[in-house]
């Protein structure tokens, strides 16, 4: 679809940050209601043709279709940051979430899905070494 608007993709890999303190403070029931409010914040935050999935444990997959430009994408991404980082009330506190963001581009930084995903799971990790709650790109 890409090629055939002359447009960009970007594939998104999301981690929670300190997901795990969530559940051993709160309970898994609680950090599994941290994960399903984050996926409706997430998937409330992106353009109706974009996807947004769970991709397993506290990691999400987020599909941006149709970009102009890398900017279009941060937006749409620092949109979807402020979205998740507001506090979800649980039983007696509440948790303000932050999430890791890793970025690749089709087709600037390749072309295969597989290799996307894994140029973006890698910038996940260097925005989660730098501090976390922010968006990494590929370079």
């Known amino acids: ?10 594939i998104g890999f999301l981690d929670l940050d300190g997901f795990k303190e969530i559940n051993d403070q709160y ?4 950090g599994d209601t941290v ?5 409706r914040r997430m998937q409330a935050s992106i ?4 996807t947004a999935a769970r991709f397993g444990g506290d990691e999400f ?3 941006l279709w149709g970009l102009q430009q890398q900017t279009e994408c941060h937006h749409l991404l620092e ?7 507001q506090p979800i009330p649980l039983e007696q506190d509440s948790v303000q979430p932050a999430v890791s963001i890793g970025v690749a581009l089709y087709p600037l930084d390749a072309a295969e899905p597989d290799v996307l995903l894994a140029l973006a ?3 996940m990790y260097q925005s989660k070494t730098t501090g976390g ?6 370079s």
Do not use: K
Request: proline share 0%; net charge positive; charged share 20%.
């Open 27 to 30: 309970g898994h029931q609680a």
């Open 61 to 63: 997959a987020v599909l």
């Open 47 to 50: 353009r109706s043709g974009d």
């Open 35 to 39: 994960l399903q409010e984050v996926a």
């Open 79 to 85: 949109r979807m940051l402020q979205a998740v980082r």
């Open 1 to 10: 679809m890409a090629d055939r608007s002359g447009t960009m993709l970007a």
């Open 121 to 123: 799971d890698t910038a």
């Open 133 to 138: 709650n922010r968006i990494s790109y590929h």
